[in-house]
T-cell receptor, first 113, second 112 residues
Framework: DSGVTQTPKHLITATGQRVTLRCSPRSGDLSVYWYQQSLDQGLQFLIHYYNGEERAKGNILERFSAQQFPDLHSELNLSSLELGDSALYFC????????????FGPGTRLTVL | DQQVKQNSPSLSVQEGRISILNCDYTNSMFDYFLWYKKYPAEGPTFLISISSIKDKNEDGRFTVFLNKSAKHLSLHIVPSQPGDSAVYFCAAKSYNTDKLIFGTGTRLQVFP
C-alpha cells in the first residue's frame, strides 16, 4: 500500500458526460501528479500540483482540468467525454526534498461508452 | 516522440535465472531514472532508481545499470521468482522538472 488513495476505482459513463476523479496523497506529501494510461501504453503525464498551485502541465486536453485543495487532496475533472478518454488514470504524490520517487495510487479505470 | 523506449514488450524467464529488462532514452537532459513494477489492477510500485552520476545501483535482487554514453539502462533481477511476474516500466526525469516520462513497459513472466 503506497498510502495514496484514489476514488472511485471504476467509472463507467457515456460520451458527452463529465466526471470527477479524486486523489488523496500520502500523509505529508505536498505534490500531486496525474497520469493517464491508455491501453498498452506507458503512463502519460497530465498535470502537477504543489501545495495547491499548478506547477506543470503535460499533454492535458482543454476538456480536462484539475485542482488541489487546502487539505492537499486533488480532483481531476474530465468533461465532454469521448470514447478515446477511456483509460486508467493514476495519481502520484511525493514530498519535496525526499528524492525523485513518486508513489502511485491504485488508479481509476474510466470507461466511456 | 517517445523519449523513453522499452523495445521488448514481453520477456519470459525461468525461475532462478536472471531477468534483464532494457530501456533506452533520447533526452540528454534526463538525470534520474526509475523502475516501477505494476501488477494488474494496481498502481505502479517504485522498485529502484539511479542518478546519472552513478552507473550502478543495487537493492537486494535488483540491480540497475546506467550507460550514459549509450543512453541505455537495464534492470537485472537475480534470481528471478514467480512473484516477479508483472509489467515493468522504466521512467526518467530531468533536473528542471518533476514529471516522469515513462516507457511503454515490458511484461515479465517468470515460470517454474
Amino acid at each position: 500500500d503506497s498510502g495514496v488513495t484514489q476514488t472511485p476505482k471504476h467509472l463507467i459513463t457515456a460520451t458527452g458526460q463529465r466526471v470527477t476523479l479524486r486523489c488523496s496523497p500520502r500523509s505529508g506529501d505536498l505534490s500531486v501528479y496525474w497520469y493517464q494510461q491508455s491501453l498498452d501504453q506507458g503512463l502519460q503525464f497530465l498535470i502537477h500540483y504543489y501545495n495547491g498551485e499548478e506547477r506543470a502541465k503535460g499533454n492535458i486536453l482543454e476538456r480536462f482540468s484539475a485542482q488541489q485543495f487546502p487539505d492537499l487532496h486533488s480532483e481531476l475533472n474530465l468533461s465532454s467525454l469521448e470514447l478515446g478518454d477511456s483509460a486508467l488514470y493514476f495519481c502520484a504524490s511525493t514530498a519535496r526534498g525526499e528524492g525523485n520517487e513518486q508513489f502511485f495510487g491504485p488508479g481509476t479505470r474510466l470507461t466511456v461508452l | 516522440d517517445q523519449q523513453v523506449k522499452q523495445n521488448s514488450p514481453s520477456l519470459s524467464v525461468q525461475e532462478g535465472r536472471i531477468s534483464i529488462l532494457n530501456c533506452d532514452y533520447t533526452n540528454s537532459m534526463f538525470d534520474y531514472f526509475l523502475w516501477y513494477k505494476k501488477y494488474p489492477a494496481e498502481g505502479p510500485t517504485f522498485l529502484i532508481s539511479i542518478s546519472s552520476i552513478k552507473d550502478k545501483n543495487e537493492d537486494g535482487r535488483f540491480t540497475v545499470f546506467l550507460n550514459k554514453s549509450a543512453k541505455h539502462l537495464s534492470l537485472h533481477i537475480v534470481p528471478s521468482q514467480p512473484g516477479d511476474s508483472a509489467v515493468y516500466f522504466c521512467a526518467a526525469k530531468s533536473y528542471n522538472t518533476d514529471k516522469l516520462i515513462f516507457g511503454t513497459g515490458t511484461r515479465l513472466q517468470v515460470f517454474p
